[in-house]
């Protein structure tokens, strides 16, 4: 059959089949959350993120075609879960046909969802400028806040430079707002000693966290570490922000200055999740005493757990020192856990081990497998801006 017959396949135009174009939306969401996730891991894999941006991208091309069926049944998933990688692609399908009351309804959508503007901002991130073009003044110009951050998260990704009214986003009611308008003032060089000043004690954790990382690039390391450390000390800072606190601080920081924040940590006596996994990643053998004796509390065996696993540069698997064995643990830790779950410290062994001395050698050289993770982290980051 040629190729130019008016009855080539090629030519017809065939109903969408929805059960293929719900197929392309629900995997082009959570290809999409997988893809973000390997281009934020360090070391990033260029052949692995271009194999699963193929991947995205064939799905999305899959939704695009479908037209409006397409647009219904993904309104209808973001409806149904509003989470990040349904929120990326209902964004996606009201940008590629430049549909302002679509891009509109994502806007409204996200003010009853809050998380989901992380999707949004991803696809827009993707999106190409002349997508945006239509829409970034408006979304400035909106009271609604998740419309401010996509303008922005736009403009960061274009290098628009929005001038005079940076300071007045920077300044936004809304932390989210004030969030991404810091990470644009980072992109443009600019700092002004009063307004970082102002942002290291901003009320948001996720602004001082981003303060913190625009003092680093301002070249104030110290300022910088004593955000970073406050946010990690913070029992009311989510685990998630406090990791990524912990991680940039032991970017920063040299192992005298980490060693120093371990001492006056444990001479603090209670600490949260976060601060005592930084024992576990940076403490040495004199931490084992306070680690185990973690381990015997209700509210930390498990994080305890962790911090052990990071000093060992080990696994969390049943073996000698962990289980799953209610018997094997106290009451009080037993009652906290599920322990048809939880994979718990075992005390006992720990505790025999540090009397027989059998927990020393295992740290090696007294740096754990995280440490050193951490080491090439930083020497990379040194590089980068020697």
């Not at 549909?99 to 991803?122: F, T, W």
């Not at 986003?169 to 004030?178: A, I, M, T």
């Not at 410290?345 to 295992?362: G, N």
């Not at 993770?373 to 590089?383: F, V």
Request: aromatic residues 6%.
């Amino acid at each position: 059959m040629s190729g130019n017959s008016s009855h080539s396949w090629q030519s017809e135009k065939r109903p969408a089949i929805p059960e293929i174009v719900r197929g392309h939306i629900e995997n082009g969401a959570s290809l999409w959350v997988q893809y973000q996730e390997l281009r934020e891991a360090l070391p990033e894999d260029d052949i692995i993120v271009q194999r699963a941006w193929r991947r995205l991208s064939a799905n999305l091309r899959g939704a695009e075609l479908s037209g409006d069926l397409g647009w219904e049944l993904s309104l209808a998933q973001a409806e149904d879960f509003p989470e990040a990688g349904e929120f990326f692609i209902l964004t996606w399908l009201a940008l590629v046909v430049s549909d302002r009351q679509r891009v509109g309804k994502v806007i409204d959508l996200v003010a009853d969802n809050p998380e989901s503007i992380v999707g949004v901002n991803g696809a827009v991130t993707l999106a190409p400028a002349k997508w945006l073009s239509p829409f970034v003044q408006g979304w400035l110009e909106s009271p609604q806040w998740p419309a401010r951050v996509a303008a922005l998260a736009a403009c960061a990704r274009h290098g628009q430079d929005l001038g005079s009214r940076l300071p007045v986003l920077l300044s936004d009611r809304h932390p989210e707002v004030r969030m991404h308008a810091v990470r644009l003032l980072a992109r443009t060089g600019v700092f002004e000693p009063q307004l970082l000043a102002e942002l290291k004690i901003d009320k948001n954790p996720n602004v001082r966290l981003e303060a913190a990382l625009l003092l680093s690039e301002s070249g104030d390391r110290e300022g910088a570490l004593e955000v970073l450390k406050a946010l990690v000390e913070d029992p009311k800072t989510a685990d998630a922000l406090a990791q990524r606190a912990l991680d940039r601080a032991a970017t920063l920081a040299d192992d005298d200055e980490i060693q120093d924040w371990v001492r006056t940590m444990l001479a603090k006596g209670e600490l949260d999740a976060q601060a005592i996994r930084v024992v576990g990643i940076h403490g040495d053998a004199a931490s084992w005493p306070w680690l185990i004796s973690q381990m015997e509390n209700g509210a930390t065996a498990e994080i305890a757990g962790f911090a052990a696993c990071d000093m060992l540069g080990c696994e969390l698997t049943i073996g000698t020192f962990f289980t799953d064995d209610p018997m094997r643990v106290s009451d009080e830790v037993a009652a906290q856990y599920d322990l048809d779950f939880a994979i718990l410290p075992d005390v006992q062994q720990f505790r025999i081990a540090l009397a027989t001395e059998r927990l020393s050698p295992l740290l090696g050289e007294e740096r754990s497998l995280r440490a050193r993770t951490l080491d090439r982290y930083r020497a990379e980051a040194r590089s980068a801006t020697a």
